[in-house]
Structures are given as structure tokens and as C-alpha cells.
Nanobody
Framework: QVQLVESGGGLVQAGGSLSVSCTTS????????VAWFRQAPGKEREFVSL????????DYTDSVKGRFTISRDNAKNTVYLQMNSLKPEDTGVYYC??????????????????WGHGTQVTVSS
């Protein structure tokens, strides 16, 4: 069983930076692709970024490319999302998700087996 715990959210002004982390105690974490999703108030959950199990391949939704960086440290069972040049539209609850997800369905939330409870990121204008 893999339990995911997000941390690092908070309140920041537009243009600022935040880093969120996803940690687990599960021994198989290093074999899973890990993604970040977010959900803004009144909106559907959307894919933000993904890193494969080895850390050799990443993907981002267009709106965060060049501003967000995903990375992982399998020795620490942790995935990080560094968020720079934040915009008010980046506000939402950020969730990490893990699973043996095929690359072509990496943006589909239901493809992931494990989810954290989320961490709030608020960007003020």
C-alpha cells in the first residue's frame, strides 16, 4: 500500500515561488510514475506535471511549461514540484498521484492508483 502525503503549499504573491513535495513510506514508490494534479475552486481537476519512475522523463501542461519543474529523489521516496513565476490562475489544491501509468494516458487522473490528500496553493494578485 502506498500512502502519499503532500506538503509545502501556502500563500504567495504573483511572481513568487513555492515548492511542494510528495512523500510516501511505500517501498514500491520508486517503481511508479508520479504526477501532480490541481483543482481550482469550481473547476475540474487538471493534470499539471508528471515524472516517470526513473526520473528520466517529464511532462508538463502547457500553462506551466518554463515555470514549473518536477523532480524526484527515490532514495527519499519524494517527488518535488518547484513552482516559479506563479500566477493567480495557479491557485488550487495540488494533489500528487502515483501508479504504473502508461505514458499515453498520463494526464488521466483515473489511471492513477494512489492519491494524496492535497496541499493548498494560493497565489494573490
Amino acid at each position: 500500500q502506498v500512502q502519499l502525503v503532500e506538503s509545502g503549499g501556502g500563500l504567495v504573491q504573483a511572481g513568487g515561488s513555492l515548492s511542494v513535495s510528495c512523500t510516501t513510506s511505500g517501498r514500491t514508490f520508486g517503481t511508479y510514475n508520479v504526477a501532480w494534479f490541481r483543482q481550482a475552486p469550481g473547476k475540474e481537476r487538471e493534470f499539471v506535471s508528471l515524472i516517470n519512475w526513473l526520473g528520466s522523463n517529464t511532462d508538463y501542461t502547457d500553462s506551466v511549461k518554463g515555470r514549473f519543474t518536477i523532480s524526484r529523489d527515490n532514495a527519499k521516496n519524494t517527488v518535488y514540484l518547484q513552482m516559479n513565476s506563479l500566477k493567480p490562475e495557479d491557485t488550487g489544491v495540488y494533489y500528487c498521484a502515483a501508479g504504473s501509468v502508461a505514458w499515453h494516458i498520463r494526464t488521466v487522473g483515473t489511471a492513477y492508483n494512489y492519491w494524496g490528500h492535497g496541499t493548498q496553493v494560493t497565489v494573490s494578485s
